[in-house]
């Protein structure tokens, strides 16, 4: 039901946009990505939280923040990943994630609040 895409291979510095596309009976008043480093436990990235009525708001680990954009195409459900200047420490597994529940914000880093997961795609930050 969460379909992820966009991994690959990119030097230090580089951009890289990751897709996570909802299909089926997807809710998703919350979208999130996890990542997974080689050798190390999933972390979370950020999330894109349901406001007031359509509008949407992102929160982001504060490792990428001020480096990676969250937005997110409400008519196709799907939300993107907008990496810029990455670094080696970016290379992990990415995976996107939904649940229909809108979580308090302190809870969005928790993986066991949602439901649905996608297959996880590869980003390779590398020289």
């Known amino acids: 039901q969460l379909q992820a895409s966009g991994g690959g291979s990119v030097q230090p510095g580089g951009s890289l946009r990751l897709s996570c596309a909802a299909s089926g009976r997807t809710f998703s008043n919350t979208m999130a990505w996890f990542r997974q480093p080689p050798g190390k436990e999933r972390e979370f990235v950020g999330a894109s939280r349901r406001s007031a009525g359509s509008a949407f708001n992102q929160y982001y680990a504060a490792s990428v923040k001020g480096r990676f954009i969250i937005s997110r195409d409400n008519a196709k459900i799907t939300m993107y990943l907008q990496m810029s200047s990455l670094k080696l420490e970016d290379t992990a597994v990415y995976y996107c994630?939904?649940?229909?529940?809108?979580?308090?914000?302190?809870?969005?880093?928790?993986?066991?609040?949602?439901?649905?997961w996608g297959q996880g795609t590869l980003v390779t930050v590398s020289s």
């Open positions: 994630a939904a649940t229909s529940r809108t979580p308090i914000v302190s809870s969005l880093s928790d993986a066991s609040i949602y439901e649905y």
